[in-house]
Protein backbone atom coordinates (compact mmCIF):
# COMPACT_ATOMS: atom_id res chain seq x y z
CA UNK A 1 0.00 0.00 0.00
CA UNK A 2 1.33 3.09 -1.01
CA UNK A 3 0.24 6.85 0.89
CA UNK A 4 0.63 10.15 -0.57
CA UNK A 5 0.88 12.80 1.34
CA UNK A 6 0.10 16.35 -0.74
CA UNK A 7 1.05 19.63 1.68
CA UNK A 8 -1.77 22.18 0.19
CA UNK A 9 -1.05 25.63 0.73
CA UNK A 10 -3.64 26.78 3.98
CA UNK A 11 -5.71 30.02 1.99
CA UNK A 12 -6.44 31.33 5.47
CA UNK A 13 -2.45 31.67 6.47
CA UNK A 14 -1.96 35.01 5.13
CA UNK A 15 1.37 35.48 2.97
CA UNK A 16 2.57 38.34 5.43
CA UNK A 17 2.88 35.53 8.40
CA UNK A 18 6.47 34.33 7.22
CA UNK A 19 7.90 37.40 5.10
CA UNK A 20 7.34 39.61 8.26
CA UNK A 21 9.59 36.74 10.41
CA UNK A 22 13.10 36.77 11.96
CA UNK A 23 15.00 33.95 11.90
CA UNK A 24 18.16 33.30 14.30
CA UNK A 25 19.99 30.10 14.82
CA UNK A 26 22.40 28.86 17.24
CA UNK A 27 24.83 25.94 17.39
CA UNK A 28 26.34 24.09 20.85
CA UNK A 29 22.96 22.94 22.16
CA UNK A 30 21.71 19.94 23.73
CA UNK A 31 18.78 18.38 25.29
CA UNK A 32 18.66 16.20 28.43
CA UNK A 33 15.84 14.23 28.84
CA UNK A 34 14.69 13.11 32.22
CA UNK A 35 12.08 11.09 34.16
CA UNK A 36 9.21 13.18 35.57
CA UNK A 37 9.55 12.82 39.16
CA UNK A 38 13.32 14.20 38.65
CA UNK A 39 14.19 17.62 41.05
CA UNK A 40 14.57 20.09 39.26
CA UNK A 41 14.19 22.82 41.78
CA UNK A 42 17.89 23.20 42.08
CA UNK A 43 18.15 23.72 38.85
CA UNK A 44 15.84 26.88 37.86
CA UNK A 45 17.20 28.64 41.15
CA UNK A 46 21.13 28.59 39.91
CA UNK A 47 19.85 29.38 36.11
CA UNK A 48 17.52 32.08 37.81
CA UNK A 49 20.59 33.85 39.25
CA UNK A 50 22.61 33.88 36.17
CA UNK A 51 22.43 35.16 32.76
CA UNK A 52 22.81 31.31 31.54
CA UNK A 53 20.01 30.60 29.19
CA UNK A 54 18.17 27.20 29.45
CA UNK A 55 14.47 25.91 28.04
CA UNK A 56 12.49 23.46 30.54
CA UNK A 57 9.42 21.37 29.27
CA UNK A 58 7.78 19.20 31.16
CA UNK A 59 4.99 16.92 29.74
CA UNK A 60 3.11 13.80 30.60
CA UNK A 61 6.25 11.34 30.54
CA UNK A 62 9.21 13.48 30.80
CA UNK A 63 11.06 16.22 31.75
CA UNK A 64 13.24 18.06 29.15
CA UNK A 65 16.05 20.49 29.60
CA UNK A 66 17.58 22.31 26.82
CA UNK A 67 21.00 24.43 27.30
CA UNK A 68 24.06 25.51 25.95
CA UNK A 69 26.02 22.54 25.38
CA UNK A 70 28.85 24.16 27.03
CA UNK A 71 26.74 23.65 30.64
CA UNK A 72 25.56 20.58 29.94
CA UNK A 73 28.15 18.53 32.15
CA UNK A 74 27.03 21.12 35.10
CA UNK A 75 23.77 20.46 34.18
CA UNK A 76 23.30 16.93 34.11
CA UNK A 77 25.53 16.61 37.33
CA UNK A 78 22.23 18.35 39.39
CA UNK A 79 20.46 15.19 38.71
CA UNK A 80 20.83 11.55 39.74
CA UNK A 81 22.48 9.15 36.90
CA UNK A 82 19.03 6.98 37.61
CA UNK A 83 16.63 10.04 36.37
CA UNK A 84 18.63 10.80 32.69
CA UNK A 85 17.20 9.09 30.55
CA UNK A 86 19.05 10.55 27.64
CA UNK A 87 21.46 13.09 26.55
CA UNK A 88 21.40 14.55 23.05
CA UNK A 89 24.21 16.64 21.87
CA UNK A 90 24.99 18.94 19.06
CA UNK A 91 21.63 20.27 18.64
CA UNK A 92 21.07 23.66 16.72
CA UNK A 93 18.49 25.95 17.40
CA UNK A 94 16.22 27.76 14.87
CA UNK A 95 14.13 30.72 16.53
CA UNK A 96 11.26 31.64 14.70
CA UNK A 97 10.25 35.19 15.56
CA UNK A 98 5.90 35.54 14.15
CA UNK A 99 5.86 39.27 13.72
CA UNK A 100 1.77 38.81 13.88
CA UNK A 101 0.76 37.18 17.48
CA UNK A 102 -2.55 36.37 16.50
CA UNK A 103 -3.21 32.86 18.38
CA UNK A 104 -5.87 32.28 15.95
CA UNK A 105 -3.83 32.06 12.94
CA UNK A 106 -4.07 28.46 11.82
CA UNK A 107 -1.39 26.61 10.14
CA UNK A 108 1.49 28.20 10.96
CA UNK A 109 3.53 25.28 12.57
CA UNK A 110 2.28 22.91 10.06
CA UNK A 111 3.98 25.17 7.31
CA UNK A 112 7.32 25.21 9.21
CA UNK A 113 7.81 21.69 9.66
CA UNK A 114 6.06 20.51 6.24
CA UNK A 115 9.02 22.60 4.73
CA UNK A 116 11.76 21.43 7.25
CA UNK A 117 10.77 17.79 6.42
CA UNK A 118 10.53 18.67 2.56
CA UNK A 119 14.52 19.34 2.60
CA UNK A 120 15.01 16.40 4.35
CA UNK A 121 15.61 17.19 7.99
CA UNK A 122 14.29 15.86 11.03
CA UNK A 123 12.53 17.82 13.82
CA UNK A 124 14.08 16.53 17.32
CA UNK A 125 12.45 19.22 18.97
CA UNK A 126 9.94 21.90 18.62
CA UNK A 127 8.80 24.34 21.31
CA UNK A 128 5.83 27.13 20.52
CA UNK A 129 6.01 30.09 22.45
CA UNK A 130 4.34 32.78 20.45
CA UNK A 131 5.95 35.08 19.04
CA UNK A 132 8.49 32.76 18.92
CA UNK A 133 8.86 29.36 17.58
CA UNK A 134 12.03 27.48 19.13
CA UNK A 135 13.14 24.33 16.44
CA UNK A 136 16.12 21.97 17.25
CA UNK A 137 17.99 20.05 14.69
CA UNK A 138 21.15 18.26 14.34
CA UNK A 139 23.95 20.79 13.86
CA UNK A 140 24.45 18.85 10.79
CA UNK A 141 21.14 19.49 9.59
CA UNK A 142 21.18 23.22 10.10
CA UNK A 143 21.74 24.78 6.81
CA UNK A 144 19.18 22.80 5.33
CA UNK A 145 17.11 23.31 8.09
CA UNK A 146 17.50 27.26 7.44
CA UNK A 147 17.30 27.41 3.97
CA UNK A 148 13.74 25.70 4.47
CA UNK A 149 12.27 28.52 6.37
CA UNK A 150 13.78 30.93 4.50
CA UNK A 151 11.71 30.11 1.52
CA UNK A 152 9.06 30.34 3.52
CA UNK A 153 10.12 33.56 4.09
CA UNK A 154 10.62 34.36 0.35
CA UNK A 155 7.13 33.00 -0.92
Known sequence: ????????????????VFS???VFTKNH???L???LDAEIENLVKIFNNTRKNFRL???KKYTKIIVDQPYLEEVSGMFKKDD?????KDLSELRVVIQQEDPEIKGILSRISGEIAMHNVSIIEIIACLPDILIYVKESDLLKAHQAIMELTNK
Open 57 to 59: IRA
Open 29 to 31: MAC
Open 20 to 22: DCI
Open 84 to 88: IISVR
Open 1 to 16: MRILICLVEDESLPNT
Open 33 to 35: TLK
